[in-house]
């Protein structure tokens, strides 16, 4: 076979959109923070995880299912589809897991939308949206937050064309853990067309506390609605990577097609069932983080007065191009946060003494 690439040409393998596209950011490694400043741990409220360690039964599910490594899982995953269920009330049927909630809206972008087709979201919202629409070949359409760094639902409304063929909606909002009460979500729900699918994002649903806020579960009889739930936030499974949708089983049918086969592996599917058994001890847990919650806002409050009410198990500091100053000022003082150029920075709630480390932080630097 001949080689017709010219010397000093390079052959391109890739697509050339990507170059454009954002690369997702994670939490940066405590570890490696603490190397760098020479103390023995640094703290991270990054990555909105839930700091109490796993849940009771969790580590014994895995480490038994780890016999078993040398088997696929059951790529049905019919056990935990049937405790999902049972639990939130709604049939084997209508429940479809997947890699974490964010590969569940990835796959709804691939069944649902053709190159071309739009995706109509808030931004600033969670920052994987724009990656798995424009890698799935679809166009995102972002509608500004509002000042109070909420949803604007009658501007994404209006933004809804021909060409759309999905809308997300995530409530709590991720990063700024603003919210949608219920009044207002049916007004949009109503307004979009039916043949039009509107993804409700609910990650962060166990820490909201203000009865006004809808859960997404009680729309999921329309049949262009869908609810994203993951079991990463309040059931302590982010290493695990399990999330599930509840909808119409129809759109559930058509998700199965596209999702990676086996991608819920033996150890998350046993991590998962043991965890749901513990529903109790997840309401205590999420008590805490929202006692907490209250506390660092006040606190936060006192420095910068338009920090708006969070519903998420993290608050949103709106810093504007202070954002990433800050953060920095808070790495040197050994404590991760998740600054937004240009927007804000998201904290997560973590312990009580990490959260007043956190704010000793603040207090010195926007005093």
Same mark, same amino acid.
């Given at each position: 076979?001949?080689?017709?690439?010219?010397?000093?040409?390079?052959?391109?393998?890739?697509? &050339?959109?990507?170059?454009?596209? %954002?690369?997702?950011?994670?939490?940066?490694?405590?570890?490696?923070?603490?190397? @760098?400043?020479?103390?023995?741990?640094?703290?991270?409220?990054?990555?909105?995880?839930?700091? *109490?360690?796993?849940?009771?039964?969790?580590?014994?599910?895995?480490?038994?299912?780890?016999?078993?490594?040398?088997? *696929?899982?059951?790529?049905?995953?019919?056990?935990?589809?049937?405790?999902?269920?049972?639990?939130?009330?709604?049939?084997?049927?209508?429940?479809?897991?997947?890699?974490?909630?964010?590969?569940?809206?990835?796959?709804?972008?691939?069944?649902?939308?053709?190159?071309?087709? @739009?995706?109509?979201?808030?931004?600033?919202?969670?920052?994987?949206?724009?990656?798995?629409?424009?890698?799935?070949?679809?166009?995102?359409?972002?509608?500004?937050?509002?000042?109070?760094? !909420?949803?604007?639902?009658?501007?994404?409304?209006? +933004?809804?064309?021909?060409?759309?063929?999905?809308?997300?909606?995530?409530?709590?909002?991720?990063?700024?853990?603003?919210?949608?009460?219920?009044?207002?979500?049916?007004?949009?729900?109503? &307004?979009?067309?039916?043949?039009?699918?509107? #993804?409700l994002d609910?990650?962060?649903?166990?820490?909201?506390?203000?009865?006004?806020?809808?859960?997404?579960?009680?729309?999921?009889?329309?049949?262009? #609605?869908?609810?994203?739930?993951?079991?990463? $936030? +309040?059931?302590?499974?982010?290493?695990?990577?399990?999330?599930?949708?509840?909808?119409?089983? +129809?759109?559930?049918?058509?998700?199965? $097609?596209?999702?990676?086969?086996?991608?819920?592996?033996?150890?998350?599917?046993? &991590?998962?069932?043991?965890?749901? &058994?513990?529903?109790?001890?997840? @309401?205590?847990?999420?008590?805490?983080?929202?006692a907490e919650?209250?506390r660092v806002?006040?606190?936060?409050?006192?420095?910068?007065?338009?920090?708006?009410?969070?519903?998420?198990?993290?608050?949103?500091? %709106?810093?504007?191009?202070?954002?990433?100053?800050?953060?920095?000022?808070?790495?040197?003082?050994?404590?991760?946060?998740?600054?937004?150029?240009?927007?804000?920075?998201?904290?997560?709630? !973590?312990?009580?003494?990490?959260?007043?480390?956190?704010?000793?932080?603040?207090?010195?630097?926007?005093?």
């Amino acid at each position: 076979m001949t080689d017709t690439a010219r010397p000093g040409s390079p052959i391109r393998l890739t697509r &050339a959109d990507l170059d454009a596209l %954002p690369n997702y950011v994670p939490g940066r490694s405590p570890a490696d923070l603490a190397r @760098e400043l020479g103390i023995p741990e640094a703290i991270k409220l990054a990555s909105n995880e839930v700091p *109490y360690g796993p849940l009771p039964g969790v580590v014994e599910a895995i480490t038994e299912a780890a016999a078993g490594a040398h088997r *696929y899982p059951d790529m049905g995953v019919v056990a935990l589809h049937a405790a999902l269920a049972e639990r939130y009330g709604v049939a084997p049927e209508s429940v479809v897991t997947g890699c974490g909630s964010v590969a569940l809206a990835e796959h709804l972008v691939r069944a649902t939308c053709l190159p071309g087709d @739009e995706v109509v979201y808030s931004w600033r919202s969670f920052e994987a949206y724009p990656i798995v629409v424009a890698t799935s070949g679809a166009t995102s359409v972002q509608v500004p937050n509002t000042p109070e760094h !909420g949803h604007d639902l009658a501007a994404m409304a209006a +933004a809804v064309t021909d060409r759309t063929r999905m809308v997300v909606v995530c409530n709590p909002n991720n990063p700024t853990g603003t919210f949608l009460r219920r009044p207002e979500l049916e007004r949009f729900l109503d &307004a979009v067309p039916d043949d039009v699918l509107v #993804v409700l994002d609910e990650a962060y649903r166990e820490f909201v506390t203000d009865p006004e806020v809808p859960d997404g579960l009680d729309y999921v009889h329309r049949p262009n #609605v869908a609810v994203l739930r993951t079991l990463s $936030k +309040a059931w302590g499974l982010a290493g695990m990577r399990v999330g599930f949708m509840v909808a119409q089983p +129809a759109l559930v049918a058509a998700v199965r $097609k596209v999702v990676t086969p086996f991608s819920i592996s033996l150890p998350a599917q046993a &991590a998962a069932l043991a965890a749901l &058994a513990q529903a109790d001890e997840v @309401e205590r847990r999420c008590a805490l983080v929202v006692a907490e919650r209250e506390r660092v806002t006040e606190a936060l409050r006192a420095l910068v007065p338009d920090v708006p009410t969070s519903q998420g198990n993290f608050v949103w500091l %709106p810093l504007g191009n202070r954002s990433v100053e800050f953060g920095r000022a808070c790495e040197a003082r050994g404590v991760i946060v998740r600054p937004f150029p240009g927007d804000g920075v998201r904290i997560t709630i !973590g312990t009580p003494a990490e959260n007043d480390a956190f704010l000793a932080v603040a207090r010195t630097e926007l005093a």
